[in-house]
């Protein structure tokens, strides 16, 4: 079989260069697009299925939301195989582009959650009255959150000293130290989860409880969807490192992974600082 012919077979599902001269033409972007705007289009069907007179069924949205995710996660996977693991053994090794992109990408993630730290700000100076129980008795802020925050900047540190290994060609501490990262991110991932579970079943605290409510489980939701993307970026390149791929030479995906998880971790400690601790700053 001709090189070219097996070119081609990895790289469905589109098989031809088009238009002529411009690169390998893919789908697994516009697949990935249409899954995260799927996710966006499920929760606005859950919050109209709730209340009294709900305006659609109440299973859609979870329904929207379910599948969406999958229909991003194999965009997802069909994106990075067809765009870094085929091509891996074949680059140079030269990845400024795709770290120039990667700067690019987290300045749309930054106006993101600025916009949403904005709503937040505008309510925070305005009425600030009818506050949940749970904030007006400081007890947003607990054992939970702290244990969390400690866990993902010890994940930071981890995925630092992991790329630091990679760099020194010490695969075993390369290995190790990624491996952990992901783990960490997937214990905070659980506490966040448990967060929720306290708050709205022993709590009563919900995305209904006021301005301060719809605030908290949009910017900390929006939080956690953004960690399990790194996570599933983590558990890719870990995939892809227990493979053999990765070299002091070649790990432009290590870095770009990289990038996008100290972002995370930063705006984690932001949303703390403002959403938990400046929350309860003067109430009473």
Same mark, same amino acid.
């Given at each position: 079989?001709?090189?070219?012919?097996?070119?081609?077979?990895?790289?469905?599902?589109?098989?031809?260069?088009?238009?002529?001269?411009?690169?390998?033409?893919?789908?697994?972007?516009?697949?990935?697009?249409?899954?995260?705007?799927?996710?966006?289009?499920?929760?606005?069907?859950?919050?109209?299925?709730?209340?009294?007179?709900?305006?659609?069924?109440?299973?859609?949205?979870?329904?929207?939301?379910?599948?969406?995710?999958?229909?991003?996660?194999?965009?997802?996977?069909?994106?990075?195989?067809?765009?870094?693991?085929?091509?891996?053994?074949?680059?140079?090794?030269?990845?400024?582009?795709?770290?120039?992109?990667?700067?690019?990408?987290?300045?749309? =993630?930054?106006?993101?959650?600025?916009?949403?730290?904005?709503?937040?700000?505008?309510?925070?100076?305005?009425?600030?009255?009818?506050?949940? =129980?749970?904030?007006?008795?400081?007890?947003?802020?607990?054992?939970?959150?702290?244990?969390?925050?400690?866990?993902?900047?010890?994940?930071?540190?981890?995925?630092?000293?992991?790329?630091?290994?990679?760099?020194?060609?010490?695969? !075993?501490?390369?290995?190790?130290?990624?491996?952990?990262?992901?783990?960490? !991110?997937?214990?905070?991932? !659980?506490?966040?989860?448990?967060?929720?579970?306290?708050?709205?079943?022993? =709590?009563?605290?919900?995305?209904? =409880?006021?301005?301060?409510?719809?605030?908290?489980?949009?910017?900390?939701?929006?939080?956690?969807?953004?960690?399990?993307?790194?996570?599933?970026?983590?558990?890719?390149?870990?995939?892809?490192?227990?493979?053999?791929?990765?070299?002091?030479?070649?790990?432009?995906?290590?870095?770009?992974?990289?990038?996008?998880?100290?972002?995370?971790?930063?705006?984690?400690?932001?949303?703390?600082?403002?959403?938990?601790?400046?929350?309860?700053?003067?109430?009473?």
């Amino acid at each position: 079989m001709s090189h070219e012919s097996d070119d081609h077979a990895h790289h469905l599902p589109a098989v031809e260069d088009w238009p002529r001269g411009f690169g390998e033409a893919s789908w697994w972007p516009f697949v990935t697009a249409l899954g995260a705007g799927g996710i966006y289009i499920g929760a606005a069907l859950f919050v109209l299925g709730r209340g009294d007179s709900p305006m659609v069924d109440p299973v859609y949205g979870p329904v929207v939301v379910a599948g969406s995710v999958l229909l991003f996660l194999v965009g997802l996977y069909g994106w990075v195989y067809h765009a870094f693991v085929k091509a891996f053994w074949e680059s140079d090794g030269h990845g400024s582009g795709l770290r120039f992109a990667m700067l690019l990408f987290l300045g749309t =993630e930054v106006a993101t959650f600025g916009a949403g730290f904005i709503y937040y700000f505008f309510i925070r100076v305005g009425a600030w009255d009818n506050l949940p =129980e749970l904030v007006a008795s400081g007890n947003i802020f607990g054992s939970l959150v702290i244990a969390n925050t400690v866990l993902l900047l010890i994940s930071s540190v981890t995925l630092h000293y992991s790329h630091v290994a990679l760099r020194n060609d010490d695969r !075993g501490r390369f290995l190790g130290l990624l491996g952990l990262t992901l783990l960490l !991110g997937i214990v905070f991932l !659980g506490g966040q989860a448990y967060e929720y579970y306290e708050f709205i079943v022993h =709590e009563n605290f919900t995305i209904a =409880e006021g301005a301060y409510g719809s605030a908290f489980y949009g910017l900390t939701g929006l939080h956690g969807l953004h960690v399990s993307l790194g996570a599933v970026l983590l558990l890719i390149v870990f995939v892809r490192a227990m493979m053999g791929q990765y070299s002091a030479e070649k790990h432009t995906s290590v870095s770009t992974v990289s990038m996008y998880w100290h972002f995370v971790d930063a705006v984690w400690v932001f949303l703390v600082v403002v959403l938990y601790i400046g929350a309860i700053v003067g109430v009473g």
